[in-house]
């Protein structure tokens, strides 16, 4: 079986600062993994690097066996932020520009979600609040039929109604075999939905587990697995 | 995979749309200058032929800058580089679109031109009438000039793209490996060096080419033979430039987030 | 649904499934909800609630077939395992932890006794 995301040596510097050293990752097919650690510890460029946004890395990195940038971008579905549209387009003209650019975009899933979680396409890009563009980006985002769906974030500085919709909606569409990747730092609304956890900290990945393991071996939660491996009450040799 | 045909129409609507937004500022221009005359000197003294051509060499450069300044936002916006195709493919689609949102601006002045022609048009009228037993070498010339100034406005405009790509991809390429100090700073002072670099290279590849073509001809005077060696010229490097710039994109240049 | 993030979220799936299934929320022979239904009203990944049932079918709780969905067991007996299973393990936690403040046997049947009463008379 292929893996799904099977990253070798990865080091990525830029601006002569080191962002990444010998990242080693594999993630199996259908698993919805947590990607967590500080602001600045790499999450968003780590997701960058596999979408083939971020250049100049060292390593391989192959997304469903591809490992060029451009073959990778047809399996991974990213939430972008929709900065190449501008402020006056209407909702309704991004979904046109998605049905037209990705061959996996299914009208029928983007219907149900902007159904599901209550966004009327036919408002312009710049009217809408923070959460309901949040919303807007992961029912584009999700309504790809890709391999690996990459979150940066999806649920900073939105509701809770919002965020409880995003999560119902991750649930009731994302494919059994498609793998997903949430970045965040504020862990405990998603602790229940995430199969696996991968924590970024001094610019590697410092641990990967299942999060069954995790809380059988360690007898803790993901939040406070999380902010021990942080604080280091966790050595590196318990991993 | 996006096919290049989809990926053409992605990028040519946004393109298409702001320069409809353009022709109407454009045709505005036009009527309001065209009833003013009409105000002024009457409707049997209108003359529309320089009120076209004036606002169209206007609102052609207007185009011409806001296609320059899309052209640079689509390469560096993750909304597009996202896109599940090649770089190459990319960048040709863009300056493609570009290039066809330009000639669609021209096409409309010609129209424009015709249709005023057509209204109040008497010089080009009384022209015409004298002209309309033209001999064939005449002819020829016109065909001639119009046809090389029309490539030679295509080949510019594209020059002038890349270019201006070269200078903003080469400016990104090397301050990423600079360190993340005074960046902004950094990035202009490097605009201006490769600005500087590249007129000079330019300046130099001109230099050379009049000298091989006089050394291809011995004499370096005949006209059209000139003319379409200079294009050709300019052609090498434009598809020079062109792949420098998908290099970079390739290699180096990201999406700005 | 509310879950503790320090147990095995399968695991609490499981006797939350386990407790309906007792209290008769969910019958004998019931089809249960589709996988992704379950896991969109626990607020959990499918994966995990697969892995619940799996474990369930194992044990015999739940039967499934092909094509139809899972069905809670029709078999008595084994739903009355379950109910003692339930009783014993609740029993054995409750007891533990009067046990670990000294109180005796008696004590304790008699503080169970006090409690019930007391409840019986409020609910009067």
Not at chain 1, 149 to 157: H, Q, V
Not at chain 1, 228 to 239: A, C, P
Not at chain 3, 31 to 37: E, I, N, S, T
Not at chain 3, 55 to 82: C, H, S, W
Request: aromatic share 10%; charged share 20%.
């Amino acid at each position: 079986m292929t893996e799904a995301i099977d990253i070798t040596n990865l080091n990525y510097r830029r601006n002569t600062k080191q962002i990444l050293t010998n990242v080693t990752l594999q993630l199996n097919p259908g698993k919805i993994v947590g990607l967590l650690g500080e602001n600045g510890a790499g999450k968003t460029t780590l997701m960058r690097l596999i979408a083939g946004l971020a250049k100049g890395e060292k390593g391989t990195i192959a997304v469903h066996g591809q490992t060029t940038a451009a073959t990778r971008r047809a399996f991974v579905s990213f939430s972008e932020a929709l900065q190449g549209f501008r402020p006056g387009d209407k909702l309704s003209q991004i979904r046109d520009f998605y049905a037209l650019a990705y061959p996996d975009f299914s009208a029928k899933k983007y219907l149900d979600l902007i159904t599901f979680l209550q966004i009327d396409d036919d408002q312009k890009l710049a009217t809408l609040s923070k959460g309901t563009r949040e919303k807007f980006i992961i029912a584009l985002t999700l309504s790809r039929e890709a391999a690996v769906y990459l979150l940066d974030e999806p649920f900073s500085g939105i509701d809770s109604m919002s965020r409880k919709r995003i999560i119902s909606s991750i649930i009731r569409w994302k494919q059994d075999s498609a793998t997903m990747v949430i970045s965040d730092h504020y862990v405990s609304e998603i602790a229940a939905l995430l199969d696996e956890v991968v924590i970024i900290k001094d610019h590697t990945i410092c641990t990967h587990k299942r999060s069954d393991q995790i809380r059988r071996e360690f007898g803790l939660g993901i939040e406070a697995f999380y902010e021990s491996v942080y604080e280091g009450d966790i050595s590196d040799d318990q991993f | 995979m996006t096919s290049f045909n989809h990926l053409f129409r992605v990028m040519w609507r946004p393109k298409f749309r702001s320069m409809n937004q353009l022709l109407f500022f454009n045709l505005l221009a036009v009527v309001v200058t065209m009833v003013y005359q009409i105000w002024r000197r009457g409707f049997a003294q209108l003359e529309m032929i320089s009120t076209v051509t004036i606002w169209g060499s206007i609102f052609g450069f207007v185009a011409f800058v806001l296609l320059a300044r899309q052209n640079e936002q689509v390469v560096i916006s993750d909304t597009y580089r996202l896109l599940p195709t090649s770089d190459t493919k990319l960048y040709l689609a863009n300056l493609g679109t570009s290039l066809v949102a330009l000639l669609y601006v021209g096409v409309i002045q010609v129209i424009l031109l015709a249709v005023g022609t057509a209204m109040s048009g008497n010089i080009i009228r009384m022209w015409l009438q004298l002209n309309i037993h033209m001999s064939a070498a005449a002819w020829h010339d016109l065909a001639f000039y119009g046809t090389s100034a029309v490539l030679w406005g295509i080949v510019v405009a594209l020059w002038a793209w890349a270019v201006i790509t070269l200078i903003h991809f080469g400016t990104n390429t090397i301050s990423a490996f600079l360190p993340n100090v005074q960046q902004r700073i950094i990035k202009v002072v490097l605009a201006i060096i490769l600005t500087g670099v590249l007129l000079r290279f330019l300046t130099w590849f001109a230099e050379l080419e009049s000298k091989l073509y006089a050394a291809f001809t011995g004499i370096a005077s005949v006209l059209e033979g000139g003319v379409w060696f200079d294009l050709l010229g300019l052609v090498v490097v434009v598809i020079v430039v062109a792949t420098a710039n998908i290099v970079m994109m390739h290699r180096w240049v990201e999406a700005k987030y | 649904m509310l879950f503790d993030d320090k147990v095995p979220i399968y695991y609490q799936i499981k006797n939350y499934l386990y407790h309906r299934i007792v209290a008769g929320d969910l019958q004998l022979g019931d089809k249960l909800p589709a996988v992704r239904q379950l896991a969109v009203d626990l607020t959990v990944n499918v994966n995990t609630v697969q892995r619940a049932l799996r474990e369930m079918i194992a044990e015999g709780y739940i039967v499934p077939q092909r094509g139809r969905g899972n069905f809670v067991t029709a078999d008595a007996a084994k739903i009355t395992t379950l109910k003692h299973e339930l009783l014993r393990t609740y029993s054995q936690a409750f007891y533990r932890q009067l046990h670990a403040l000294k109180l005796s046997d008696t004590e304790i049947l008699q503080a169970i006794e006090t409690y019930i009463e007391k409840r019986r008379d409020a609910d009067d």
